[in-house]
Structures are given as C-alpha cells and as structure tokens.
C-alpha cells in the first residue's frame, strides 16, 4: 500500500506536528495524546448520530411489521390445512367408482370442549366481510384408544354457509302454484338469519283485485309464513302472469307449501341468480285421473322457450288445436311475469327445456297415487338447472313403513353405479333417459357417476294400513357437492311427525346440530353407517317439531339435509339444497 504522509500520534509530540495539521485538527489539548474538537463539529456528529438512531427503529419497526404479517400468513396457512384435513371426506370420493360394500362401522365416542362464536348474518355485498370466529377443541376416541386433539380457527378461506350466499339462499325468487286436484291453501314460509324486509310484487297486468291480496311489503325477523290467495294457481294451456315476485333486504331461504286436508306438496324454492337455460322435466306416470306437470315462468321479456317432449307412453298430447308426440318440440315464447303449465296423461320424466334467457322451471303431478298404495297427494319440485347437478348421491329411507322409489335421470349418456344393502350395481343410461329402484323404510342407497345425474327422492304411502301415515311425495336429492354447514329452515305446522334425514361423513357426524344442541338418540328413528369410495358416512333420520330449525356443525363439516312430514294419508318433503355450490 503506497502512502504519502504517514504519522502516528502517539509518538509524535505536538510541538513536532506540523503546523498545517495542527490547524486542521483545530489544535492540540494541554494533556498529551488528546485532541480538542469544537463545540460545533461536536453538536453536528450528534444531530446525525440521532438522525442514524431515528432510521434505525423505524427500520426496526418495518422489521417487525413484516415478520408479524409473515406470521398471521403462516398461522392461516397451517389453519387452512388443518380444516382441510377435518373436511376431508364427501368431496375425495368423487372420481372414484363404487365397489365397496356395506361395511360394519364401530361405535365413536365424540367428547368436545367448544367455544363457538359465528355471525350468522349473511352478506352478499362485495364488501369484504370478516369470518365468523369459531374455536373448536375436539377429542376423539375411535376403536383402539385413538385420540385426535384438533384445535381449528376459522378463517375467510373456509367457505361458510353464515358469511357466503350459497346453495338455495338468496335475495330474489320467483314463485308459482302449479295446478293442484284439490283446492288447497298456498303457502310460501321465509326464513331470515338476523331479520329481513321483505317485497312481494306481480304483474301489472294481473288482475286487480288479485293483485291487492299479494302485494305487500313485510318486516320479518326472523320466519314468516305469507298465504296467497287459492286463485293465483296456474290453469294450463294458458299464458298468465301469475308468477310472484319476491325480494329481501337479505338472503333468506324460501319454500312454498301447497297445504289441504287431502293433499299436500311443498318445494324449495331457487334464487333468481341461480337460474339458468336448460332443464330436465321429473314426474311420474299418472293415475287414471290425475296428470303430470310441467310450469315456466319468465323473468325477461321476450323470452323464447322450447320444450322437447319425452314420453315412454306415447299419448298424443294436444297444444294449441296440434298434437305432439315423444321427441316432438313444442316452442312459444314468454314476456316478464309471465307463466304457461303444460300437463299431460302420460309420464314427462326426462322432458328437456331449454330457452334464450333464464327462466323458473317447476313440474310434478297435480295429485297422484302411486303402486296402489294410499291415495294420491300433489307432487313439485322447482327443478335445479342441469348445470347444478350433481354426480354423487346419499338417498335417506322415508319413516312410518313408506317405501321410497328413487328416480335416476341422467343428464347425458353415462354408466352409473348404485348400491343398496351391501350389494352394487351398474348400468347405462342415455341421455334424458332414467331409471327407477326401491329401498324400504331399514335401507339407504348410494349413487355415482362420471357425470351428472338429477336423482329424485319418491315417498311412497305407508304400508302400515292401521295407521296410514303419508301418501307419495317427492324431493330432488341434495348432491355431496350440494351439502352446506349450516341452515335454517321452517318445518310446516300440522304433522303427525316430522323428520330431517342427515347425511354426513361418519367421523364429524357427533359434531352435528341442531337448533344448538346435540342429537337426543331416542330422536333417531333409522340410522346407518356404510362405506363408500372410500369415506365412510353415516345416514340419519331424526324426529323433529314444527317451527324453525337450524342445523350446524361445530367444525364447519358440509352436510345433506332433507325434510319430511307424515300425517293420515297426507305426507311432504323437500331438501335443505339442490344446487352446486
């Protein structure tokens, strides 16, 4: 290294110093070896040295800025796992086919310590809203002394049927009343999470007077019950504005419950944002003086609908002075408000509608009485869009000694598995084609497909002559991929017994409640547990009462949830959803 002027201070005497250094260096000190600095070259080192102080915490700050998001990030990562491990179940055994068999499955004790704090106010704004706070300690013992110790914070990442307008929920529904044999009471049953306010609007080309007894606007907090008048029914053949118009403040969840003291029907009703183009009719064969239905109701002007007939019995059906037969397309076109019903003496099951806007799709029959059982009961469903349909189903038994046919119509060509009691088997449907199977009142069925099926769930009439509980009904069954964690439901008044059947993975199904309170054992009245593709679940029916329910469980697990009701010759049915989420 090459220096020019070197000198060390320590041993180089003031006096020796030269002069020029002495006087950049401001002088020397008395004592020897200390230098003297002026006051302002002193003042001046500690104004920076504060400023250096000063940018130093606030990079500290920033420090512990990042370092503290880095860590909520990671907390909420491993929660996400975590509740992922705790869902995993319904939705893995999609893609795999069905060969299991009924499977015996032991006994699980479930004990819980659980803080559970949810919002249960349902925000569809777009404005962010906060997760609900839910904490849940769960210790489990299953078979050989086997304990799970899992504590889950919910986050904004778990989709949560509280915070998130999901499956059937909505702010805005179309409603009609297909044509019932018998004259009965129209009912629509709304129910709100925290209160809502409620508008029912038709037609300004409806009847006046009609008019005046369905308008109206309603504050409700939570349920409410809204009769119309019998007259609103649907003639068919006819283009009406009978459709009713209903909106919320807030998402509710909607059914209409036709209601007489012969015959009954009820369906859950589908939001006007979740409607769509193409649907597939579902009905049965008629008796010999009843009819099968088909309804559609527009919600845009100028609406062009066609429907493409399927009939196994091909009986002419006569439209307008022309008759149509099986594959023929019958087409007409629908302004705002808007409704036609269609019905026919033979079965319209796998009728196809399809239109240029989205409409409200409705069929069943006006009152039929099926295999010679009982007596005949009004059956509608508001069909869900074929883009909704599911591929894999759980189907309940119905109570009291009543049979259940189960519909399956599929969607296009497809091979599909199904198992009932140990033993499965598979089969090949065309599209728009179906097929029928029975289980008893003891027995549950499981369906799979590649691709989607709409499965409909037929109560038949009570074998048990004495007591005669219930006549046909009929419910769209809820999907895997259709189950929610959580729903609030009316149950109709003026039942004999009522019932929800509960489909769930079997090792979350002690976490399940309802209206806040665990399942009392003697409710159950049919329980079965079964594997399949691998995820075993549990399948419970649970006696109920009238008013609203709600149905939860503590660690956000998805379930399926049907209802239905029995009394003297009278019974009803419909799902907690139908729709993908």
């Keep these: 290294m090459k220096t020019d002027f070197i000198f060390d201070r320590s041993t180089i005497a003031p006096k020796q110093m030269p002069n020029r250094l002495n006087s950049e260096l401001g002088g020397l000190s008395k004592e020897p ?50 509740t992922t491990k705790l869902n995993k179940g319904a939705n893995s055994s999609l893609d795999v086919k069905t060969t299991s068999s009924l499977v015996p499955v032991q006994n699980t004790s479930v004990e819980m310590s659980t803080t559970f704090t949810k919002d249960r106010e349902i925000q569809r704004t777009p404005e962010p809203t906060s997760a609900p706070s839910l904490t849940t300690g769960i210790s489990t013992e299953i078979n050989q002394k086997f304990y799970l110790s899992v504590e889950a914070h919910m986050t904004s990442g778990h989709i949560s049927a509280q915070n998130t307008t999901i499956g059937s929920r909505g702010r805005e529904f179309i409603v009609l009343f297909t044509t019932d044999a018998l004259e009965s009471k129209k009912n629509i049953y ?22 005046s007894q369905i308008d109206r606007s309603v504050n409700i907090p939570s349920s409410q019950r809204i009769i119309l008048p019998q007259t609103i029914e649907l003639q068919s053949f006819q283009k009406e504005v009978k459709s009713v118009l209903i909106k ?17 029907g009820s369906t859950t009703h589908i939001p006007i944002n979740k409607l769509s183009t193409k649907y597939i009719v579902i009905s049965t064969k008629p008796a010999s003086d009843s009819y099968s239905q088909l309804a559609v109701a527009a919600i845009e002007d100028n609406t062009a609908i066609s429907v493409t007939f399927k009939m196994k019995h091909n009986l002419p059906l006569k439209i307008e002075g022309k008759k149509f037969y099986n594959g023929d397309v019958f087409n007409f076109s629908l302004d705002r408000f808007e409704t036609y019903q269609i019905e026919h003496k033979a079965d319209l099951t796998g009728t ?16 039929n009485e099926l295999e010679h059982i009982g007596a005949c009961d009004h059956l ?11 591929k894999t189903y759980i189907v309940p038994p119905n109570s009291d000694d009543r049979d259940t046919l189960i519909r399956i119509t599929a969607t296009e060509n497809t091979h599909f598995s199904y198992m009932i009691g140990g033993d499965t088997q598979t089969l090949f449907l065309e599209r728009l084609d179906y097929f029928d199977t029975h289980i008893s009142s003891s027995q549950s069925c499981f369906i799979e497909s590649k691709v989607p099926l709409l499965v409909t769930s037929i109560g038949l009439g009570s074998r048990n002559s004495v007591t005669a509980m219930g006549d046909p009904s009929m419910t769209i069954v809820p999907g895997i991929n259709q189950y929610l964690d959580y729903y609030k439901i009316v149950v109709p008044p ?16 002690d976490l399940l409640r309802i209206n806040d309170k665990t399942i009392n054992k003697f409710d159950i009245v049919f329980e079965e547990n079964f594997l399949a593709s691998s995820v075993t679940y549990s399948v419970r029916t649970v006696r109920v009462v009238e008013g609203e329910l709600t149905a939860s469980t503590v ?27």
Excluded: W
């Design 380 to 390: 509608v469903e508001q069909l869900p869009p074929t883009s909704s349909v599911d």
């Design 494 to 509: 003026g039942y004999d017994h009522n019932y929800v059947s509960i489909m769930i993975n079997f090792a979350f199904k």
């Design 555 to 581: 660690n956000g697990e998805r379930f399926g949830l049907m209802f239905a009701g029995v009394t003297e010759y009278e019974a009803y049915g419909f799902s907690g959803n139908s729709l993908l989420l």
């Design 33 to 82: 070896n200390r230098k003297r600095i002026p006051r302002r070259t002193t003042k001046g080192r500690h104004k920076k040295q504060r400023t250096c102080i000063l940018c130093l915490l606030l990079l500290i700050l920033l420090l512990v800025s990042a370092l503290y998001v880095a860590a909520l990030f990671l907390i909420r990562t491993c929660t996400c796992e975590i």
């Design 190 to 211: 709304v129910t709100s999470e925290n209160g809502t306010k409620l508008n029912i609007t038709t037609s300004p080309r409806l009847n006046a007077s009609l008019k």
């Design 352 to 367: 196809f509608i399809e239109s240029s806007a989205p409409i409200a799709t409705f069929s069943g029959n006006d009152c």
């Design 248 to 264: 919320t403040s807030s998402d509710v969840f909607i059914i209409s419950h036709y209601n007489d003291k012969d015959s009954v």
